[in-house]
Structures are given as C-alpha cells and as structure tokens.
C-alpha cells in the first residue's frame, strides 16, 4: 500500500509571513483590531467576523451600508474589504449622524 500523501504537494500556509506584513503596513488599524481580538488576517471579512472585529451588531452594519458609509462586496452576504474597514476605522466618525466606533476613537488614538 502506498503513501498518497508523500506525493501530493505540501498544502501552503495562510496567511503567509509576507502576507501579514504587507497587511499590517497597509492596513495599520485594522491589524491592530485583528491581532486584540485574536483573530485571522484575511483580505475579506464575513459579516459576521466584521460585527466581532469592529463591535458593532448586524444592523449597525446594514445600517452603514445603507448610508454609504461602508461598501459591502460580494453576492448576497455582505463581505467587506480590508481597505474598507481601515477607511472606517480611520475615519472613525460617519459623514452623519451618531458614530457607534467612538470606541474605537478612544482605544487607539496614539496611532
């Protein structure tokens, strides 16, 4: 009986090294978020992964993209960018109406 396993290519490692640097360089804010919660670097965010890294429920996000102040990707589900949610995150208020990140404002206003 032979090994299948020794054939197949080893299975490549994401995020790769090179990834998280070119992330962290790029999107400075957002890493910062990713790595407090614990969570994976990725180029997209499930709606979900985004309610956990930013705080905020569902309807906040819903509500953000009905505004116009987050771009929502993808078919169906909402996805958001990585440059994105640095934009947000960066601007740290909407262009109206009360900001539900002010928390973020606080919490990383040294950067």
């Given amino acids: 009986m032979s090994d299948s396993s020794q ?9 790769t090294p090179e990834f998280v640097e070119r992330f962290r360089a790029r999107y400075p804010l957002l890493a ?7 969570m994976e670097y990725e180029s997209f965010f499930s709606m ?9 429920s569902t309807r906040t996000l819903q509500r953000r993209i009905k505004r ?3 771009k929502a990707r993808g078919i169906g589900r909402g ?3 990585a440059e994105d ?5 960066r601007e740290g208020r909407p262009r109206r109406g009360n900001c539900d990140l002010d928390h973020l404002d606080a919490k990383h206003s040294d950067i």
Wanted: aromatic fraction near 8%.
């Fill in 32 to 38: 910062m978020l990713i790595e407090e919660k614990g």
């Fill in 79 to 81: 996805r958001f960018h």
């Fill in 85 to 89: 949610l640095e934009y947000l995150i």
């Fill in 48 to 56: 979900r992964k985004t309610e956990r890294l930013l705080g905020v």
């Fill in 7 to 15: 054939n197949q290519p080893a299975r490549a490692i994401f995020p």
């Fill in 68 to 70: 116009g102040e987050l």
